[in-house]
Every structure is written in C-alpha cells, then in structure tokens.
C-alpha cells in the first residue's frame, strides 16, 4: 500500500498570503489528523477529520481551518499568514489506533 | 489544558548503554502511543498501551503504561547506533482520538 503522501513538499510565501496544504491518507483510511511541528513548540494537534467531518480540534487560531473530501483527502488552510506560522506540517492517516506520518510540508513564512 | 512531558530532553549514550524515556500527562489518558523521528524525517508509530499497567516488548524496547494511566516509559536494551532520532509520547483522553504530544527526547548514540 502506497504511504500518506503530502503536497507540496516545500513552500515559500510571504506575511500575508494564505496557503493550502494537502494531504491524501493510505487507501481505506478515513481518519486524517493535522500537526504543526517546531523547535519551539514541538508537535502540536490542529485538527482531526473522520468522514468528512471534523471531530477534533487542537487550540488554534480560526485562521487555520481544514476540510475532507469523500476519497477521505485532506486540505488545510492557514490564511493571513504570520512569520510564526513557518513550520513542518505533518498529517497523519489511522486506522484504529496506529497513526501514519506523511512526510510533512515545510512552510516558511518571510 | 492537558500537557504531556518528557523526560529527559537529551541522552546522549555510549552504543550498548541502556536508555530511558519517561512521559508524564497532567491527566488520565485512555492510551498512549510512542513514535519515533529520525532526523529529518517524520514520526513513525512504535506501539500503542492501553490498559492500565500495561508492559509491551518489542525486541530490545520495553514500553510501561503506569498503574494511574497518567505516566509511561520506554526502555532501549543495549542501544545501537540505528535507535538515533527523537521519542515522542502521545496521549489522548477517553473518548477522542485528539494526541497530545510529549516534548520528545532526542537521543544520540556514541558509538
């Protein structure tokens, strides 16, 4: 079975802007979780959705938002963009328990 | 809101020392998971506990979920130079699978 697998790989934009991340889970997967992960903060839960619908949500602000489609991918948006938001955003597919790591988007923000 | 430590943030160990991660959550978790990250990589699931008291074994890796369900360990027998990378903690709370992160422990072996 083919991994998760997340695009773009790199991304470069300006203060400002806004972005869309995308994530498409291993096939059968309906669970796709979203993580923010800096030095500073470490691996922090965004958002987590099951069917199209979002069952979870860590303590971000509403400039983050995401979505999921009927094939079960996954799209987050960071609008109005900051210079804190540059991070490797990772998402992760699961079934039952186990969670499976993409390898992650590295935005930077300048 | 909950917060999940790690102990401690940095090991460095001679290759065939044992090595010793430990996880703390303010509450009372339903499970927890390990993961590891290699350098430049992305966490790859290790093993999940759930029950209370619960030891797992995987070849040279001991993982312990503690009696309160609020704490868990992770033991490396004999490291060898491939155990390099970061060990992250994750917990979640009865009734949702929203993780929440330890802090990680990097670890580094001498060999």
């Known amino acids: 079975k083919a991994g998760v697998t997340q695009t773009p790989r790199y991304l470069i934009k300006t203060r400002g802007q806004q972005v869309t991340l995308s994530c498409s889970p291993i096939?059968?997967?309906?669970?796709v979780s979203w993580y923010q992960q800096t030095p500073g903060q470490g691996l922090q839960f965004l958002f987590e959705?099951?069917?199209?619908?979002?069952?979870n949500k860590g303590n971000f602000p509403g400039r983050f938002s995401g979505r999921q489609f009927s094939n079960s991918r996954s799209e987050m948006n960071v609008s109005t963009l900051e210079l804190g938001d540059s991070a490797l955003y990772l998402c992760?597919?699961?079934?039952?328990?186990?969670?499976?790591f993409g390898p992650g988007t590295r935005l930077t923000v300048t | 809101g909950q917060q999940v430590m790690q102990i401690p943030q940095y090991q460095h160990v001679q290759e065939g020392e044992d090595f010793t991660t430990y996880c703390n959550s303010s509450?009372?978790?339903?499970?927890i998971q390990w993961y590891k990250q290699r350098p430049g990589g992305h966490p790859v699931f290790l093993i999940q506990?759930?029950?209370?008291?619960e030891v797992k074994k995987q070849k040279r890796l001991t993982f312990q979920f503690g009696e309160a369900k609020k704490n868990s360990s992770l033991h490396i027998t004999a490291t060898q130079t491939t155990d390099v990378g970061t060990y992250f903690c994750?917990?979640?709370?009865?009734?949702?699978?929203?993780?929440?992160f330890g802090t990680g422990t990097r670890l580094k072996v001498l060999a």
């Open positions: 992760a597919s699961r079934v039952g328990g186990e969670q499976y």
């Open positions: 096939s059968g997967h309906r669970s």
């Open positions: 959705y099951f069917s199209e619908t979002q069952r």
């Open positions: 509450t009372t978790l339903s499970n």
């Open positions: 506990l759930v029950k209370s008291g």
């Open positions: 994750a917990g979640a709370t009865s009734g949702t699978y929203k993780y929440i």
